[in-house]
């Protein structure tokens, strides 16, 4: 068996186009941190600023000085040291960006004109303790991992069409008239393209991970999303979650969406004589919930939300409103994604097994 699932890895992956669709994958991975890194600016109101690494090495420290649990004195004194010293000619000091910590405080502390609007941490916030800190660089990378896991789904559809489809052009009769044909071999190709997919996602998010870690730190991983720069999406989700929680989400929604949309391809690839249609099937399948006019007040939009594709992009799970005891309405989507992935896998097992050979 052990050779069988080698030998059944190396056709998977060996082909020239898996090398290059993978080294394409990684390749937007790289472009993706980079760009992010130098479209970062910061300035700290009193002369100094900078972009890409200063930029960064400028917002840590400026976390590190404000950071903490949120108070209504802390945010009394972000919004005195930050308070714009020009005419604004009717712009909104909400969407002003000096730095992370300026835009952060501003977004919901600040009136038109960048003095204080009257809220309170309490009025803002609620009774949730609020840890303030450098999260920014953090969440550009959660969007990224966003764009990546998207792209991740449709590379492995397009890895795996090939695990039975490509063997119905006669070399199905040999494989199946064999001894483990219908059983071992069968097996390993389904065992081969789970592992496939493991690899793929344990190198993506580890490299994006490394790159995060290594020029962002991690001491952002404890304090709150909630306390984010106007930009970011996450201020949607209605928790008080940790960046790392976050993170720690959006990298299980990654693998699990994985796992289901490898799924189907495995299916379709059985079901299918031509890889290219077992992909093309399978993408189009995958991408449909996105393209349907339903709309988020529709009970049918958290059926939606449970397909693959939605796994990738982990705003509008987490966004839903919580399941009983306060957890995330993305349990139900991991719950539901990782029992499919196998069901389908299994599937597309017996209908190989199953075929008739002359």
């Known amino acids: 068996m052990k050779t069988l699932l080698c030998f059944e890895l190396r056709k998977i992956l060996a082909r020239r186009t898996a090398l290059f669709s993978l080294a394409v ?48 004195e802390s945010v009394s004194r972000m919004l005195e040291n930050f308070r714009p010293q020009y005419d604004l000619h009717g712009m909104n000091a909400k969407y002003l960006y000096q730095n992370a910590v300026q835009s952060s405080v501003f977004a919901r502390f600040a009136d038109l004109d960048g003095n204080w609007n009257g809220l309170s941490v309490r009025d803002v916030f609620g009774a949730e303790e609020i840890k303030a800190g450098y999260v920014n660089g953090l969440l550009n990378t ?24 490509g063997e119905y052009g006669g070399v199905d009769g040999i494989i199946l008239s064999s001894r483990y044909g219908r059983t071992k071999c069968a097996a390993a190709k389904v065992l081969a393209a789970l592992i496939t997919v493991l690899l793929v996602w344990l190198l ?23 306390f984010a720069p106007v930009e970011f999406t996450e201020g949607f989700i209605p928790y008080n979650m940790r960046c790392g929680t976050l993170l720690g989400w959006q990298l299980l929604l990654g693998l699990s969406g994985a ?34 006019p339903v709309s988020e007040q529709s009970p049918l939009y958290r059926l939606l939300l449970l ?17 009983n005891g306060g ?12 029992p499919l992935a196998l069901l389908l896998a299994c599937f597309a097992h017996r209908i190989f097994s199953a075929r008739q050979v002359s």
Not at 307 to 323: F, G, K, N, T
């Open 25 to 72: 994958l990684l390749l937007l991975s790289l472009a993706l941190s980079l760009s992010t890194l130098q479209s970062m600016y910061a300035f700290d109101g009193q002369g100094r600023e900078g972009s890409g690494l200063e930029a960064v090495k400028i917002d840590r420290e400026l976390a590190s000085r404000y950071g903490g649990v949120l108070t209504d």
């Open 259 to 292: 796992l289901c949309a490898a799924g189907m391809a495995l299916l379709f690839s059985s079901l299918c004589r031509s890889s290219l249609a077992a992909f093309a099937i399978s993408a189009a399948l995958y991408i449909m919930p996105v393209l349907l």
């Open 142 to 165: 959660g969007s990224n991992l966003a764009k990546l896991f998207l792209a991740l789904a449709f590379v492995l559809m397009f890895l795996l069409a090939p695990v039975f489809a």
């Open 327 to 338: 957890l995330p309405y993305a349990l139900c989507a991991v719950s539901v994604s990782l």
């Open 307 to 323: 397909l693959p594709v939605y796994e990738a992009q982990y705003i509008s799970l987490l966004s839903a409103p919580a399941l």
């Open 204 to 226: 993506l998010s580890g490299l994006n991970l490394i790159f995060a870690f290594a020029v962002y730190g991690t001491e952002g991983l404890d304090c709150s999303i909630l």
